[in-house]
């Protein structure tokens, strides 16, 4: 089992920045695909990105490509989500999430993940 942590998230202005951190805990960290979902009120929660394991492929959703990065540092057991380009409607609660899946490299879908984040809300001022 993997617990996350979620952190970064805040306030920035309409063309700012943010970089969301997640923190694992466990020794197993590098076993798991690792993505970022989101979720902003009365929607359902969307896929933003995913890393494999040993963080050599990624994938990112056509909606964020050229704003968006993941990337992960398996030392620290940490996943990152640097956003560039912040519009208003970035603002939502963002999760991490981990999974055990094994038939794949990376994983888009909510369902296919095992282990979710608490959230960390990011808010954009226009």
């Known amino acids: 089992q993997v617990q996350l942590v979620e952190s970064g998230g805040g306030l920035v202005q309409a063309g700012g920045s943010l970089r969301l951190s997640c923190a694992a805990s466990?020794?197993?960290?590098?076993?798991?695909?690792m993505g970022w979902f989101r979720q902003a009120p009365g929607t359902e929660r969307e896929f933003v990105a995913t890393?494999?394991?040993?963080?050599?492929?990624?994938r990112v959703a056509d909606s964020f490509k050229g704003r968006f990065t993941i990337s992960r540092d398996n030392a620290k057991n940490t996943v990152y989500l640097q956003m560039n380009s912040l519009k208003p409607e970035d603002a939502a609660v963002y999760y991490c999430a981990a999974s055990s899946v094994v038939s794949s490299v990376v994983v888009t879908t909510a369902g296919g993940y095992d282990y979710w984040g608490q959230g960390t809300q990011v808010t954009v001022s226009s």
């Open positions: 466990g020794h197993t960290f590098s076993t798991y695909i």
């Open positions: 890393i494999s394991r040993r963080g050599g492929y990624t």
